[in-house]
């Protein structure tokens, strides 16, 4: 007479399980709730930290901000702009990274989300918020910059020294 194999009996014995495991809820439905589970509501409320500001992949300053996972408020911005280079008008920029500000947390790379991410195009100035690293990263837009003419000689300039040379000197030795 033949015996079972091991996957029949793993599968009686998961069978005879079966009847144990409970529905979540009475009616059998599946049920799911928006938002933190009753005790962790602290961790969607919002936090105040200190984070990296970050420009073109440049380290500017570290600022206080409020955050949620949803908007990120800097508390002194203009100390953040005022490092960005070539800004036509801080202040303006400044006043538009006041108040709350989208996190914008769906343009973070991340291995999912790998195209087009980490870049905004904003009509004036916006930010990357990433809360797992602290970090803020600003996105100007080119207009409220200050373009400055790159000006390229055709030529090297002349020498400040005079005739030079190189020399190329090889030797190989061998012994025992």
């Given amino acids: 007479m033949r015996r079972p194999g091991l996957a029949f009996t793993l599968l009686l014995g998961c069978l005879a399980l079966l009847p144990a495991v409970q529905p979540a809820r009475a ?9 933190p589970p009753a005790g962790f509501e602290d961790l969607s409320a919002a936090q105040t930290t200190q984070a990296d500001v970050y420009y073109g992949g440049e380290f500017l300053a570290t600022v206080f901000v409020d955050f949620d996972p949803y908007q990120v408020t800097i508390h002194d911005p203009l100390s953040a702009v005022e490092l960005i280079p070539n800004l036509k008008d801080p202040e303006k920029i400044a006043s538009v990274l006041s108040g709350p500000l989208p996190t914008h947390a769906e343009q973070l790379c991340n291995s999912r989300n790998r195209e087009n991410c980490g870049q905004l195009y904003p009509p004036q100035a916006a930010v990357i918020f990433d809360e797992s690293r602290y970090r803020l990263t600003l996105f100007v837009h080119p207009a409220e910059l200050l373009v400055h003419k790159i000006q390229h000689d055709k030529y090297l300039p002349a020498p400040g020294s005079g005739v030079s040379g190189l020399h190329n000197i090889r030797m190989n030795a061998s012994g025992s």
């Fill in 27 to 35: 009616d059998g439905v599946f049920s799911m709730a928006a938002g």
